[in-house]
Each structure stands twice: as structure tokens, then as C-alpha cells.
């Protein structure tokens, strides 16, 4: 029986760990070696900070997927709630990545404005790398947005509307995706700034230019450090689901019969599932075995949403005061 649940552990959590960040991780990883390669080069300070965020990139998401292949670990005895939140601890970790690389490019942009370096060549060469930079990270930015909309169960999108759809869905999606999300919007963005940076230096000489650009890419980082590390801070203290969630919660719970009311609800958000706690009161003159079958059955019909992890529901007979108001938030149940 152990080699079964080894097996089972080590395989299927391999497969069930984020795409995204996978992809990410390689693409990213490759990047770097050409940004870094064509910075030795050319010694441009904008394809520096280029390629030191395609390494943090890298890195990050590295430590991100091994986050979110742990974090599918079916709960212990030890750990019966599971291992959700695991993933909450890498992005942390990938958040002091950010910051330290974030660090290193503002020093260098900071060096480069103070001591303007002096074109050594090589312009074509950064704008190649550049480009290819845009179209992979550009790539990885349209996986990562359709990653959000099927994790969020969001209505499907074509086109431009993929965009904003992610968007408007990014707060539902797991951290991981979110983290690759944040990360190559600013990889793009930088992309562009050190190409149009590239670019320009080559036909004016300019080279101020290059400082200012790498600036710009430095404190991009930082905001995505910040975003990501407030996202994963809550995700640690635990946050209360979206009210379109707990909309469906309720809409299922009041779906059976015999449920006169809701005394009492709370669904908690864990990386990309939900706990699903409360107290419902089922109607009057109802035997012990039946209440009990009753309740059992609409945790299953819970459980048949892919996105919650478990449901815990006690019962008790309709005192006849109706508790549940329609809209309630987490704190006001």
C-alpha cells in the first residue's frame, strides 16, 4: 500500500504541477543566456538589467514549480489540512530573488547614469536578442493569461479579449500563474525599454539613455516583488473567497430541499482551492439517519466543484430566524 501511494505521490504530482511556471522557467533560462552573452559583448547596462531579470525570471519560476508540485499533496495525518499554503512559501522566496536582482539593477543603472559606458559594438546583436526576448516572453505571457482564465473557470475568450479577461480574473487564479503573470508583463516591458534603449544609443550616442532605461527596469522589478509578495502575505494568513465563489457555494447549498437556512459559512482560499466550513439548518421534523444523509449529500455536491478542496458542514434544525442574507462577505457570517 505504500508503494502505491509513493508512486501515486511522485507521478501525478509531477503532472499536476504548473504549466505556466514550467514553461516560464525554461524560456526564461534560455534568455538569459543570450541577454547575458550579448551584454558581455556589447557591454550595454539595458541589456544587463535585461538579462538579470530573464535569470530572476528563471530562478523564481524554478522555485515556483517545485512549490506547486508539493503543494498537490494529499493531506497527513500530520498536516490534515494539507499542503496549499507551501506554494504561498516559494513565491515568498521567489519575491527575495526579485528584490535582490531588482537591487543589482538599480546599482548598475545608478553606475551607468554617474559613468555613461561607451558603445563597444554589438548593436545588432542586442536587438536580435531583444526581439527574440519579446515574441518568447510575449509567448509565455499568452500562456500564462489562458492559464488564468481556465483556472479561474472564467468564460472563454479569443482574441483581444483573452487580455482582458486576465485581467479582470488574475485575483482567482493560482500564484503561481499569477507570479509568471506579473513577471512577464514587466519582462515585456522591459524588453521593450532596453530595445527602444539599444536603439536609439546606437543612432545618437545618447548614453544616458542606457542608465535611465536600466533605472526603469530595476524599480519594475520592485513593483512586481511588492505586488507578488502582498498577494502571497494574504495568501498565507488565509483570505476569504471571491464573492462570485461564495455566491456558488451558496446557490449549491440552498439547491437541496431540505436546507431552510445558512447559520453559519466561511470558505477560505488556499493557493487555487477552497475550504469550504459552515453551519446549515435543515428543516423541521427531519429523523437523525436522514439529516445526516442530507448533509452528506450536499457536501458531495460541494465536492463535485473541482476548486474546493473539502467541505465541513455541521447541522442543526431550523430555528426558524432567517440568518443568511444574500452578498454576505467572510467576516459578516
Known sequence: MAQVTEKETIGSLIKKGNKSSAIAMIGNAIIALF??????????????????????????????????????????PRFPTGFGRVINIFCMIAVIVVTIMAYETIHEGIHLLQHPAT??????????????NILVDGMILIKAMKEIIHESRAPEAHGFGIVSSAFRNVGRAAPPTRLVFYEDIV??????????????????????LDGVVTLLIGCLMIAVAFRVGYDNMIGLIGVAA??????????TIFADSHVAD?????????????????????????TLADADDI????????????????????????????????????TET
Not at 471571491?242 to 446557490?251: F, H, I, L, N, W
Request: no cysteine.
Open 35 to 76: 541577454k547575458g552573452g550579448a551584454f558581455l559583448f556589447s557591454g550595454s547596462g539595458a541589456m544587463f538589467a535585461s538579462a538579470m531579470h530573464s535569470l530572476a525570471d528563471a530562478v523564481n519560476q524554478g522555485f515556483v514549480f517545485v512549490g506547486s508540485i508539493l503543494s498537490e499533496k494529499k493531506p497527513t
Open 295 to 330: 448533509k452528506l449529500r450536499v457536501q458531495q455536491s460541494l465536492l463535485v466543484n473541482p476548486d474546493i478542496a473539502d467541505a465541513a458542514l455541521s447541522i442543526i434544525e431550523d430555528d426558524s430566524i432567517q440568518s443568511w442574507k444574500a452578498g454576505k462577505t467572510e
Open 187 to 208: 519582462a515585456v516591458l522591459g524588453a521593450l525599454l532596453a530595445l527602444i534603449s539599444v536603439v536609439v544609443i546606437s543612432l545618437t550616442n545618447f548614453a544616458l
Open 262 to 286: 445558512i447559520q453559519s459559512l466561511r470558505i477560505i482560499q488556499e493557493g487555487r482551492y477552497y475550504h469550504v466550513d459552515g453551519v446549515i439548518e435543515l428543516i423541521k421534523g427531519l
Open 242 to 251: 471571491p464573492q462570485d465563489v461564495a455566491d456558488k457555494v451558496t446557490a
Open 119 to 132: 558603445s563597444s559594438g554589438g548593436a545588432w546583436l542586442n536587438i536580435v536578442v531583444l526581439i527574440i
